[in-house]
């Protein structure tokens, strides 16, 4: 007869962050699609908006696969599995960029687009997004074994940082076709 026994502590842990990885991409997609792709449907030429928007992303493609040779550069004796790079890619694309979207919104709508850009993104995405290496520290600690770790995970959640500068800036461009 077989006992059946409880699971260990990394166990639970593994799981906690994994559930709380799928809540937090899942609700920072959403929070992305209410701030950037539901509002051009409201304004007169939705499809100029949404072509900058395409435009962005093409031109940082590119750039993006360039810098994501980073990691691999850096920790070639070592390297992360590629399950635990893309997650916290995905984290920083989805949950990071998501979960401050509103926040960055609403600073720019009482503040100003300066302020916005300035002082609360760089703030609120950069908390965001270290919430997965804190992660990926806490829940995962087997896959987190040094110093390189931590620069690898940081800078992987910082791509997207490349690939936002060179989205154009919508408002203008949409104005203006």
């Not at 906690?16 to 304004?43: M, R, Y």
Request: hydrophobic share 55%.
């Amino acid at each position: 007869m077989m006992v059946a026994r409880p699971p260990d502590a990394e166990h639970r842990r593994r799981n906690l962050g994994a559930v709380l990885f799928v809540l937090g991409s899942l609700l920072g997609a959403l929070l992305l699609q209410l701030v950037f792709l539901l509002p051009p449907l409201a304004q007169p030429n939705p499809a100029a908006r949404y072509a900058a928007m395409a435009t962005g992303a093409v031109l940082a493609f590119p750039a993006v696969l360039v810098y994501m040779t980073v990691p691999r550069l850096l920790d070639r004796y070592d390297p992360e599995p590629g399950w635990a790079l893309m997650m916290v890619f995905v984290w920083g694309a989805l949950a990071g960029c998501g979960l401050a979207a509103p926040i960055n919104t609403l600073v720019g709508a009482l503040a100003g687009d300066v302020v916005a850009s300035v002082v609360s993104a760089p703030i609120f995405e950069e908390l965001f997004k270290g919430l997965a290496v804190w992660a990926m520290f806490s829940l995962w600690r087997r896959e987190f074994d040094g110093v390189v770790d931590g620069i690898v995970h940081i800078e992987d959640t910082s791509i997207l940082d490349l690939a936002k500068s060179l989205i154009p800036e919508t408002e203008g461009e949409a104005a203006e076709n």
